[in-house]
């Protein structure tokens, strides 16, 4: 059974820090790319970062470059997304999810599997 867990969320003040963790199961870790995505209520779910598992290469979307960090632990199978500098406009549920290419997407349509989401909370 295939599964990705994300866990990390919570409540931060603004321009502190979060790591959120995103733990796969149930498929060759090697063989997908991991994408992050985020969704506020009544939007839709904006992709934010990706990293292949093959050969760590990674995608930022425009509006998150330099404040997110993405990156893999293949051993344990989890990607981690750093995210510093917070802001209140952050304050959304964030996804993580696999697609079984080696390449990144910034599209949720190209993607496999979803995990069940974090909600990330910060306060001005």
């Known amino acids: 059974e295939v599964q990705l867990v994300e866990s990390g969320g919570g409540l931060v003040q603004a321009g502190g820090s979060l790591r959120l963790s995103c733990a796969a199961s149930g498929f060759t870790f090697d063989d997908y790319a991991i994408g992050w995505f985020r969704q506020a209520p009544g939007k839709e779910r904006e992709g934010v970062s990706c990293?292949?598992?093959?050969?760590?290469?990674?995608y930022y979307a425009d509006s998150v470059k330099g404040r997110f960090t993405i990156s893999s632990d293949n051993a344990k199978n989890t990607v981690y997304l750093q995210i510093h500098s917070l802001k209140p406009e952050d304050t959304v549920v964030y996804y993580c999810a696999a697609r079984r290419d080696y390449y990144c997407s910034g599209y949720a349509d190209d993607y496999d599997y979803w995990g069940q989401g974090t909600q990330v909370t910060v306060s001005s």
């Open positions: 990293i292949s598992s093959s050969d760590g290469i990674t």
